[in-house]
């Protein structure tokens, strides 16, 4: 969901969101995310997604924290942490991540950022994701009764505060890819981050087919 209308989006904003429309758009259409805010998505869809963004999130986010102890940028990111969401609500399920991980025989491929435009480009799909999340977090709440407690933390995400936290992570974007191969670079991994996510999906998705004998 675009909150923010053409003529409120910084130059490198608009160049992230055109460069990887079509990613975007891939990722929202996939099977276990696509009826994600109609009343007949199934719970276990939802805990399945729970589950696969668990395991991306973890070897994103240590990625990013490897990446700012190697000081590519200054950009705080620690209040920020998503992974602790998803451990919350899969608590509440009583799924234990690592046991369906291994069950699941799934292999996650390495992510790695090497300069600031890879950081920040990865932190692009991650931020610009805590937007939507507050739509499908309200859907949540209406058909399958969850809530931040009780199930729908990571898609609550920021809450009331989505709005500004955005924005100060679009100005500094905004401010710190001031070269052209900088934000190309910014672009690029923001596309792989993205590109990652869904072939996560993918995997738990056939995993779960094959299981149930689809």
Do not use: C
Request: glycine letters at 6%; hydrophobic letters at 45%.
């Amino acid at each position: 969901m675009n909150l923010a209308t053409p003529t409120d989006l910084s130059a490198v904003r608009r160049l992230l969101r055109d460069g990887t429309h079509a990613e975007h758009v891939r990722l929202n259409q996939h099977p276990l995310l696509a009826g994600i805010t109609r009343p007949d998505y199934a719970l276990t869809t939802y805990q399945l997604v729970l589950t696969a963004y668990f395991h991306f999130y973890r070897a994103l986010e240590a990625a990013i924290d490897q990446a700012l102890a190697a000081g590519l940028s200054r950009f705080v990111y620690a209040p920020r942490r998503k992974l602790p969401w998803l451990v919350e609500d899969l608590a509440y399920f009583g799924i234990d991540p690592e046991l369906a991980f291994r069950q699941a025989g799934i292999s996650l491929p390495a992510m790695t950022l090497t300069d600031e435009g890879q950081l920040l480009g990865a932190l692009y799909t991650i931020e610009g994701s805590s937007l939507g999340g507050q739509v499908i977090s309200r859907h949540l709440a209406t058909h399958l009764v969850l809530s931040p407690d009780q199930g729908a933390r990571f898609f609550y995400g920021y809450g009331d505060q989505t709005m500004p936290l955005w924005q100060q992570f679009d100005s500094f974007i905004n401010a710190a890819l001031t070269h052209e191969a900088v934000r190309q670079s910014a672009l690029q991994a923001a596309r792989t981050t993205f590109a990652t996510m869904e072939a996560v999906l993918d995997e738990y998705l056939a995993r779960s087919q094959s299981a149930s004998g689809a």
